[in-house]
């Protein structure tokens, strides 16, 4: 049980549901799609059709997305306060469906996520730039945290030891707590894999 971040492909993303959204986030995301095509059109943009498809499971490849939101977020919340600045943590805490187009700005669409009554929307590009910033402002070693995140990978390595094995050899702000820097590299992961694949992300 918990909250997870997980990749979504065509099929799901396209597919339908007999209600708007399932409650527990399971089933086709049909509606989804067509209400954010609709606020594309709106806005004179292109609808987002280049969803991949699901891909055989194999770990490391990086072509699928999946982990869990294991770590209390106060201290990432205070991070963002600290760097960021009132817009720009919202744009980074708010969204629950990460897309690969830039967007302006988050958009608000009537159709239920799994923990509420409407869904926002963000652009990866927008939430890269933050996270990125996040990561240099903290100096988060990237070259050995996980960059494939099919399966846990990134969850485990903070959660199992390695990254306070990482940390005494290379110290920095990243260090100081463990949980904070879970989540700049968890929202620096998903923001890379979504335009790295070209498909949507959102909780479960």
């Known amino acids: ?13 396209f597919g339908t549901a007999e209600t708007e959204m399932e409650d527990d986030g399971e089933g086709g995301q049909g509606p989804l799609a067509a209400a954010l095509d609709a ?30 939101l294991a770590a209390p977020m106060d201290g990432f919340g205070g991070l963002c306060r600290e760097h960021l600045s009132e817009h720009e943590s919202g744009l980074l805490l708010t969204w629950s469906v990460l897309v690969p187009l830039s967007l302006d700005e988050s958009l608000r669409l009537p159709v239920r996520s799994p923990y509420a009554d409407e869904t926002t929307v963000a652009g990866a590009p927008q939430v890269l730039a933050l996270a990125e910033r996040m990561a240099e402002a903290i100096r988060l ?7 494939a995140c099919d399966n846990l990978d990134l969850t485990m ?3 199992e030891g ?9 110290p920095g702000p990243w260090a100081e707590d463990l949980d ?8 620096l992961r998903a923001a890379q ?9 959102t909780y479960s």
Do not use: N
Request: proline share 6%.
């Open 1 to 13: 049980m918990g909250i997870y971040l997980v990749s979504v492909s065509a099929g799901d993303w």
């Open 193 to 201: 894999h979504s335009l790295r694949r070209g498909c949507p992300m």
């Open 180 to 187: 904070a820097a879970f989540y700049v590299a968890l929202y």
């Open 39 to 68: 606020e594309l059109a709106r806005r004179g943009l292109a609808p987002y059709t280049s969803v991949p498809e699901r891909t055989a499971l194999v770990r490391g490849s990086g072509q699928s997305f999946e982990e869990k």
């Open 162 to 170: 390695e990254a306070e094995e990482a940390a005494t050899t290379r």
């Open 157 to 159: 390595w903070f959660l």
């Open 141 to 147: 070693p990237l070259d050995v945290i996980p960059e």
